[in-house]
C-alpha cells in the first residue's frame, strides 16, 4: 500500500503549474534520498519525453526555415527570367504587336458593318483575280487554245509555277497555323486552293510570281506594266482590307512569290529540250 504522502505529492505535482512541460526544467530536482524507485523512474521518463518532444519542435521550425531559405533564393531567380526577357525577344513581342494592330486597323472591310463595308464585294473582286484556282483554269484553258510552240511553253511553266505556288504554300501555312487578325472561316474556293491559314498570305505570293513572269516572258508597254505591277500590289493588300492577312502575311507573300518566280527560271522547261529528248528516243 502506498504511503499517504506518495499520494499526497503526487496529487499536488498534478495539479501545481511547474509540472507543466514549458516549466519542467525549473522543476526539475535531484531524487530525494527518501523516494522509492517507481517514483524515480517515473521522473526520469517524465525528462526523456520533454526532451523527445522539444527537440522534435526545433526540428521542424529548421526544416521549414530551410525550405522558405530555398525558395527564397529561387523565387528571384525566376522573377528575373519572367521580368528580365531577352531583347530578341522583347523586340519581336513589339513587332507582333504593331502587326496585329495596324492589320486589324486596315480590316475596314471584314464586314458588312465594317467603316468601308460598302466597298467588301468590289475588294473581294479584286483578290479573286489572285485566287489560285482562277489562275490554274484559265491557264489550262489558254494552254489548250494555244497554236504555237512558244507560248505552250511558256503556259506550261506557268502551270508549273502556279501548282508549285499552290503547294509550297499550303505546306507552309500548315507547318505555321497563323490565324488571321479576324476570326473568320475560310471560304469554300480557299479550302479548295488549300489557303486556311494567315501566313504567309496566298494571294499575294501568287500575284508577285505572276507578274514577274509575265512581265519576264512577254512584251508589253510601260502603262500595261505599271497596271501589271499595280495589280499585285493591290492584290496582296485587299487580303488585308478583307481581314485575312496581316501586313507581315502579305510582305512575307511577296517574297515567296519572288522566289518560286526565281526557282522556275533556274529549272525552265524548254520546248527544244522536249524536241531532242523526243528525237533520242526515237
Known amino acids: 500500500m502506498p504511503s499517504t504522502y506518495n499520494v499526497r505529492s503526487r496529487t ?3 495539479n ?3 509540472s507543466r512541460p514549458e ?3 525549473l522543476n526539475h530536482q535531484p531524487p530525494r534520498a527518501g523516494a522509492g524507485p517507481a517514483e524515480s523512474r517515473g521522473a ?5 519525453q520533454i526532451k523527445q518532444q ?5 526540428e521542424e521550425p529548421t526544416d521549414s526555415g530551410s525550405r522558405d531559405r530555398r525558395e527564397s533564393t529561387r523565387m528571384p531567380e525566376e522573377d528575373c527570367m519572367q521580368l528580365n526577357p531577352s531583347f530578341k525577344g522583347i523586340a519581336m513581342n513589339s513587332l507582333l504587336a504593331i502587326d496585329i494592330c495596324l492589320s486589324k486597323r486596315m480590316g475596314v472591310c471584314a464586314s458588312t458593318s465594317s467603316s468601308w463595308g460598302g466597298c467588301r464585294s468590289m475588294v473581294a473582286l479584286l483578290a479573286l483575280t489572285g485566287h489560285g484556282i482562277t489562275w490554274i483554269i484559265g491557264t489550262i484553258v489558254c494552254l489548250t487554245r494555244s497554236n504555237t510552240l512558244a507560248g505552250q511553253e511558256v503556259l506550261v511553266n506557268l502551270l508549273l509555277a502556279l501548282i508549285l505556288d499552290v503547294m509550297t504554300v499550303a505546306g507552309v501555312q500548315r507547318l505555321v497555323k497563323r490565324r488571321g487578325p479576324w476570326e473568320m472561316a ?8 488549300m489557303d486556311v491559314y494567315s501566313f504567309p498570305a496566298a494571294h499575294a505570293s501568287r ?3 505572276v507578274s514577274k513572269f509575265l512581265l519576264s516572258h512577254l512584251v508589253l508597254a510601260v502603262p500595261l506594266r505599271i497596271l501589271l505591277v499595280l495589280w499585285a500590289f493591290l492584290v496582296g493588300v485587299s487580303r488585308v482590307l478583307l481581314g485575312k492577312h496581316h501586313l ?3 510582305v512575307c507573300g511577296f517574297a515567296l512569290g519572288l522566289l518560286h518566280f526565281s526557282l522556275m527560271e533556274s529549272v525552265w522547261l524548254s520546248q527544244c529540250s522536249h524536241l531532242h529528248e523526243a528525237y533520242l528516243i526515237l
Not at 526520469?44 to 526523456?48: A, E, N, T
Not at 522539444?54 to 526545433?58: A, E, K, L, P, V
Open 12 to 14: 499536488r505535482d498534478r
Open 16 to 18: 501545481s503549474v511547474l
Open 23 to 25: 516549466f519542467m526544467s
Open 44 to 48: 526520469s521518463r517524465r525528462l526523456g
Open 54 to 58: 522539444t527537440s522534435q519542435q526545433g
Open 186 to 193: 475560310p471560304g469554300f474556293l480557299d479550302c479548295v486552293a
Open 207 to 209: 500575284a508577285a510570281m
Open 248 to 250: 507581315t502575311d502579305m
